[in-house]
């Protein structure tokens, strides 16, 4: 044989090699799996799953300070980021509808992570309310959805990403029960927010949402919608309103002003620190601003 054939062989045979090497063999060999997450919730979700998972590298669809992604459209540079990636962690029931059917066009081979596999979802004006990361029980059964979607696409660390998954969905569950039971003494009391973003939340909490001032964050609610809310907080002989950090709250100030009502303010953990108990956290400070709220 001539040394050109033994070359193309051995190319030939490398490729057939490389085709069927996991995953996992790639991050020991010191190629990183890239793993993209739509936003940040589930960004957080993707950390704690893949701890201490070797090889393995994060990257976050939506820029920090995105909130929801109602409106998130793609750009050039993020089809980019998602070339050669192992997969894409959505929060699904809804929340990537305004840029996932093109992205399942421009890259129909990328496998999607869909968090909310299974889980029952609220109606809001006929849509599905996909905020559901906001009840702690949920988030636990989304990470469980993570774990076993992740563990498929990465065999090697099955183990590992299993074992993670189920300790953190239990750390939620507890965060779940622990939140509940301190508010425990205040089950059915009305809440009015921002944002359609906190059913799941109350109902997790014992909690009623009696309103929400808009459907989408970045509306501007109409005069009747405050008119509206406005008679039902009188109705309901008070209640307290939560504006959302990084908006402008000037329609619950109205509806504040209108009826005495005292206004606070809920994390959507939508944005935050990159840590890995940054859920926890933003959960406990929403506590703590639901204990004010109803202890004054």
């Known amino acids: 044989m001539t040394r050109l054939f033994i070359q193309r062989l051995f190319c030939l045979l490398l490729t057939a090699a490389l085709a069927l090497v996991p995953m996992g063999a790639f991050a020991e060999s010191g190629e990183p799996a890239t793993v993209v997450c739509s936003f940040y919730p589930v960004r957080i979700l993707a950390e704690n799953v893949l701890r201490d998972v070797p090889g393995v590298r994060l990257e976050t669809l939506a820029p920090a300070g995105t909130g929801c992604l109602h409106d998130f459209q793609l750009m050039t540079g993020d089809l980019k980021k998602l070339d050669g990636a192992l ?8 929340m990537e509808q305004s840029f996932l059917p093109l992205l399942t066009r421009e890259r129909a081979e990328l496998p999607l992570a869909d968090c909310s596999a299974g889980i029952e979802l609220m109606s809001d004006h006929g849509e599905d309310n996909p905020h559901i990361w906001l009840s702690p029980f949920l988030a636990a059964r989304m990470t469980v959805n993570l774990g076993q979607r992740l563990a498929e696409l990465l065999p090697d660390e099955r183990e590992r990403i299993l074992e993670n998954a189920e300790r953190y969905a239990g750390t939620l569950t507890r965060l779940g029960e622990e939140m509940r039971d301190a508010l425990a003494g205040y089950a059915g009391r009305y809440i009015v927010t921002f944002h359609e973003a906190f059913p799941y939340f109350a109902e997790a909490m014992g909690l009623r949402v009696l309103a929400s001032v808009t459907v989408e964050p970045d509306e501007t609610p109409s005069p009747r919608m405050i008119a509206q809310t406005v008679s039902l907080v009188r109705e309901a002989g008070g209640c307290p309103l939560f504006s959302e950090p990084g908006v402008h709250p000037d329609a619950l100030n109205v509806i504040a002003r209108e009826t005495g009502a005292p206004m606070y303010e809920l994390n959507p953990v939508t944005d935050g620190p990159d840590a890995p108990d940054a859920y926890e ?10 204990l004010k709220a109803f202890g004054e």
């Open 87 to 94: 997969c894409l962690i959505i929060n699904g029931a809804g």
């Open 281 to 290: 956290q933003a959960m406990r400070e929403n506590l703590a601003v639901l």
